[in-house]
């Protein structure tokens, strides 16, 4: 039986999280399908315009991100301090970017003068509303709700475009965040879709290298590069290492010569202690080796034990992928 999504994200572990939805009845999110020939390359304009859309009025920022055929993948950094630092205007604000609110909330944004019962009202849907723009279930939402919309239209049919639930996978180290940001923004190059990461259309990778290649600042709803010494909110790395690495694993995929492995890893790679066998096979086929929890051995069992599981689950693979 599926576990309920609160039991599946905790703040309190994590704040970074691996999601994933996929598309059904044969539907096709971008690209060519085969069975049809129609050509539904456009849609992934619309998606990744409702990721940073959806984001930017959210506390939460996008980590990694790639539109596949018929899925999509995101990684994403939800930021509590962010939401604790808006002020009730921009909590109303935010939410009204969308969804039309109350008709209090409509009157408080006017600047309109609220008796005190009408105030009370309005506090707590305000509460409300900052949790729920924390929310990674109310997030995914959003965003599916409105691409299943776009494409039930242009199809002219009714019914599901996406699978029932998103999956979700918690990171809950550096290692696991590292290894995952790197599985997802490599999908289109392992898949043949592109190749090489630069040219990786709808993807956050090629968002950041385009931003550096014209001196800009990527999005402000992709999340920054701080490095490990840092005491900023946001991915314990560095900009450069993480796009070398991104470079060197790239072109391994593309040569498929992945029992020779070059013997210089990436300065990133050392500095985790990752295994040059054990980080390939995380790269290629990090989805299918964990579930919920991901990270090392130590750390997840004790996320287990929090949650006060009388039978911890096996942890043999994140002790031999992720040490």
Known sequence: MPQPRKTLISLSDTPFYHCMSRCVRRAFLCGVDDYSGINYEHRRDWLEYKLHRTADAFAIRLCAYAVMNNHYHVVLNVRSDMAASWSDHEVVERWHRLFSGTSLSQQFELGEALSDPEKDLLNTDIALWRQRLMDISWFIRIVNESIARRANHEDKCTGRFWEGRFKSQALLDDKALLACMAYVDLNPVRAGIAKTPESSEFTCVKQRIDSLRSHNSPPATIETFVGTQSEAIGLPFLLKDYLELIDWTGRILRSDKRGSMSNHLPPILERLVFDTKNWNELATRFETHFSH???????????????????????????????
Do not use: A, F, M
């Not at 991901?294 to 039978?311: L, P, S």
């Open 293 to 323: 929890w991901v990270g090392q051995e130590h750390v997840v069992r004790k996320c287990y034990k929090n949650r006060k599981y009388q039978r911890i689950p096996s942890t043999n693979v994140h002790r031999t992928l992720l040490g």
